[in-house]
């Protein structure tokens, strides 16, 4: 007679018996990042070809159906998020009818380093005007912006945007970002620091505004309240 063997743990589980779409759900359930199939064919035991096809499926689904929300592709991978539509139920729920946004400095400092990195934090201030020490630090704590190099001649250090920005702003990769071309000033001999600063903080904060990052439970200043920032203040962090 022969000995039924059973899994001696976890590691031995036969997941390609589980059903896909059911254990993909499970598994983006409780995923703290973007995952990408293969990643996800893994964790399920199915071959990465049908875990592709299966998040496609499952994100048109959850469309057809209006569910409260949906499954995108974003930051190279595959995460839950809120249906736009119902945004504004979680974010009573969350902030509990208190309102904190993105500071103009935060999402103009954003803006340059998204459209120009990797860029230094003195190249951000010229380029801004203002010393932006204290809100590239917040950034940086934030995880919207991550040290990227050290600038070759002079060795500052060099700043670039991560997956973490292109998951909240709903963005691919960096390619995706919108064109500045429209918002800029009709200037044949505009100079290059006006290039960053002259629109890219309209187009960002647009999109910034359709993707919630406007509305996040932590103000990316102290200042919990969005003000104008002038050319003679220094940004806070």
Do not use: K
């Not at 991978?77 to 504004?88: C, D, L, S």
């Not at 230094?120 to 203002?130: F, H, K, L, Y």
């Amino acid at each position: 007679m022969t000995e039924q063997r059973f899994p001696s743990g976890p590691h031995e589980l036969e997941l390609e018996m589980l059903e896909l779409r059911p254990a993909l759900e499970a598994v983006l359930m409780v995923a703290d990042q973007p995952l990408d199939h293969l990643t996800l064919a893994q964790a399920v035991g199915h071959p990465p070809t049908d875990v592709a096809d299966a998040l496609g499926a499952l994100a048109d689904e959850y469309t057809r159906q209006g569910r409260g929300f949906e499954l995108r592709n974003v930051a190279g991978g595959w995460r839950f998020f809120t249906r736009e539509e119902f945004a504004g139920a979680v974010e009573r729920f969350i902030l509990d009818g208190q309102q904190a946004r993105l500071t103009q400095a935060a999402l103009e400092t954003m803006a340059v380093v998204a459209y120009r990195q990797p860029i230094s934090r003195s190249r951000i201030s010229a380029i801004r005007g203002v010393n932006v020490d204290g809100v590239v630090r917040t950034l940086v704590t934030r995880g919207l912006i991550e040290e990227g190099g050290n600038d070759a001649e002079s060795g500052a250090v060099l700043y670039r945007t991560t997956s973490y920005f292109l998951e909240r702003m709903g963005l691919g990769s960096i390619g995706e970002l919108p064109d500045i071309a429209q918002h800029l000033p009709e200037m044949e001999d505009m100079e290059d620091e006006g290039l960053a600063g002259a629109g890219a903080d309209d187009v960002l904060g647009a999109l910034a505004a359709e993707q919630g990052l406007t509305q996040e439970q932590d103000a990316i200043d102290d200042d919990p309240t969005p003000t104008d920032v002038t050319d003679q203040e220094d940004d806070r962090g």
